[in-house]
Each structure stands twice: as structure tokens, then as C-alpha cells.
T-cell receptor, first 111, second 113 residues
Framework: QKEVEQNSGPLSVPEGAIASLNCTYS??????FFWYRQYSGKSPELIMF????GDKEDGRFTAQLNKASQYVSLLIRDSQPSDSATYLC???????????FGSGTRLLVRP | DGGITQSPKYLFRKEGQNVTLSCEQN?????MYWYRQDPGQGLRLIYY???????QKGDIAEGYSVSREKKESFPLTVTSAQKNPTAFYLC????????????FGEGSRLTVL
């Protein structure tokens, strides 16, 4: 079992829809959770992080964390074609320097 | 502008040669990292450094070496011992208070011929 698992996709949604990206993790001691966006051929950029159970909203993005079920999700409201990218989930334990990345979910937003 | 500069962006190497990838940051971050990304894969940690003159192995350090002589610089050498060096190499830095908040350079794409 991988430490951080994501569906590779592609997840295809129409413009204006809500895109829901999911990530599960195996280490119950994980404490920090991050979502990075990576456009094709480019480097990742941090878009959201969440530490506590529940929802965290930032503009069109909402991160959701459920530690009991060991999953974290990212919702993108009013999806735009410019949101088309690979979204990487990353998990950290005890503020360790060894962040564990999933392999990413490719999102395609159709105009 | 603050950021991380990696060079070269593209590099071709013959088998048996060592190559060094440069990484410089002006974000005043103490921690720096090297990750490797293969097609369709997530990022795997090669080496990281929390402070000048100190660094630790990540998950895939074999065949790589680093140095951290200055806070701003963290070069990576891909040695001939690395069996499958063709990959996209990413340098990153982070503030000490939150190691998960990584800032990445543009990456270096290494191809072994």
C-alpha cells in the first residue's frame, strides 16, 4: 500500500462545475496536509494546506480533512480551463522535513 | 524578486559522466531540498538540508551527492553510480516553521544519452 494514494485520472469536468480531488494516506500520525498544483512541464506550487479536521476555504478552493477516515480532499468551485493541471497531495508527520507525495490526479476542465 | 533559480534547465549527459545541478535561493529559507520526478509519478526526496554545512539523505539518495556551504546554495551532483538518472529534478526551499510549505525552482530536466 502506498503511503499517499491518489486516483491518477484524468478527472474531466465541464467549465463552471465543482471538481473534487481525493487523497488517502496510511500513516495515522500524519498532521499536516498540502495540495500542490503542477502544470504540465512546470514545477509544483502550493495552493492549500490544512492541519485540523474540517474544511478550510480559500477563494474557489476548499480543503477538507477527515483524520478518522484518513482522507483529505480538494474542491475547486466554478472550475476554469486554467485549472487543468495535475494536483499533488502531500502529507507530513510531526513537521518532518520528509514530505510524502502522492502521484497526483490530472484534472481536465472542458470549456 | 525572491525565488529559487535552478540551472541548467535542460541537460544531456553521456553514461558514466557526473553532472552538477545548481540551485540558488534568495528567500532566506534555512531548509532546502532536492526532489526527483519521473513521468506520471509524484515527487521523491533525494536529499535535504536544514542548515548550512549539514544535510540528510532522503528516500532515494544512492548515486547522488550534495553540499551546503552557503545558506543560499544547495547543488546536487548526479554521479555515474546513479543507474537511472534521466528525470526531472526539482530544488525547493521552505521556512523552518513549516517544512511542508515548499517553494520550488523551475526544475532541471536531465537526459542520459
Amino acid at each position: 500500500q502506498k503511503e499517499v494514494e491518489q486516483n491518477s485520472g484524468p478527472l474531466s469536468v465541464p467549465e463552471g462545475a465543482i471538481a473534487s480531488l481525493n487523497c488517502t494516506y496510511s500513516d495515522r500520525g500524519s498532521q499536516s496536509f498540502f495540495w500542490y498544483r503542477q502544470y504540465s512541464g512546470k514545477s509544483p506550487e502550493l495552493i492549500m494546506f490544512i492541519y485540523s479536521n474540517g474544511d478550510k476555504e480559500d477563494g474557489r478552493f476548499t480543503a477538507q480533512l477527515n483524520k478518522a477516515s484518513q482522507y483529505v480532499s480538494l474542491l475547486i468551485r466554478d472550475s476554469q480551463p486554467s485549472d487543468s493541471a495535475t494536483y499533488l497531495c502531500a502529507v507530513n508527520r510531526d513537521s518532518s522535513y520528509k514530505l510524502i507525495f502522492g502521484s497526483g490526479t490530472r484534472l481536465l476542465v472542458r470549456p | 524578486d525572491g525565488g529559487i533559480t535552478q540551472s541548467p534547465k535542460y541537460l544531456f549527459r553521456k553514461e558514466g559522466q557526473n553532472v552538477t545541478l545548481s540551485c540558488e535561493q534568495n528567500l532566506n529559507h534555512d531548509a532546502m531540498y532536492w526532489y526527483r520526478q519521473d513521468p506520471g509519478q509524484g515527487l521523491r526526496l533525494i536529499y535535504y538540508s536544514q542548515i548550512v554545512n549539514d544535510f540528510q539523505k532522503g528516500d532515494i539518495a544512492e548515486g547522488y551527492s550534495v553540499s551546503r556551504e552557503k545558506k543560499e546554495s544547495f547543488p546536487l551532483t548526479v554521479t555515474s553510480a546513479q543507474k537511472n538518472p534521466t528525470a526531472f529534478y526539482l530544488c525547493a526551499s521552505s521556512p523552518v516553521r513549516e517544512p511542508g510549505e515548499l517553494f520550488f525552482g523551475e526544475g532541471s530536466r536531465l537526459t542520459v544519452l
